[in-house]
Nanobody, 113 residues
Framework: QVQLVESGGGLVQAGGSLRLSCAAS????????MEWYRQPPGKQRELVAT???????TYADSVKGRFTISRDNAKNTVYLQMNSLRPEDTAVYYC???????WGQGTQVTVSA
C-alpha cells in the first residue's frame, strides 16, 4: 500500500531555512503529482505546493518566492526547501500524492519570532 514518510522539520528562527523530505513507496512515484500541505495550529490543512512527474510546479501565494518544491524520481522522494521562514509558517507539514488518499504522519515546523 501507499506509504509516505515526512522528515526534516524542527525549530528555526524567523529568516531561517529548513528542507523537508518525503519518502514515498507503494506507487509508481514518477507518474504521480506530489503535493505538500500544511496545517497551522487551530486551522485547516492548506495546499502549499505541487509538482508533476515532469517537474512543473505551483505554489500558494503565501510561499511564492520563499519555498521550492522538487523531486528525485530515482529516490522516490519529494522535497520542500523553505527559506526566509516566518512565524506564520509554523505548522505540521504533510506530503501527499494527488491521486491517493493516504497521508503521512507529518513533520512539525516551528518558526520563532
Amino acid at each position: 500500500q501507499v506509504q509516505l514518510v515526512e522528515s526534516g522539520g524542527g525549530l528555526v528562527q524567523a529568516g531561517g531555512s529548513l528542507r523537508l523530505s518525503c519518502a514515498a513507496s507503494g506507487m509508481i512515484f514518477s507518474l504521480n503529482v506530489m503535493e505538500w500541505y500544511r496545517q497551522p495550529p487551530g486551522k485547516q490543512r492548506e495546499l502549499v505546493a505541487t509538482i508533476t512527474g515532469g517537474g512543473s510546479t505551483t505554489y500558494a501565494d503565501s510561499v511564492k518566492g520563499r519555498f521550492t518544491i522538487s523531486r528525485d524520481n530515482a529516490k522516490n522522494t519529494v522535497y520542500l526547501q523553505m527559506n526566509s521562514l516566518r512565524p506564520e509558517d509554523t505548522a505540521v507539514y504533510y506530503c501527499k500524492s494527488l491521486i491517493y488518499t493516504t497521508w503521512g504522519q507529518g513533520t512539525q515546523v516551528t518558526v520563532s519570532a
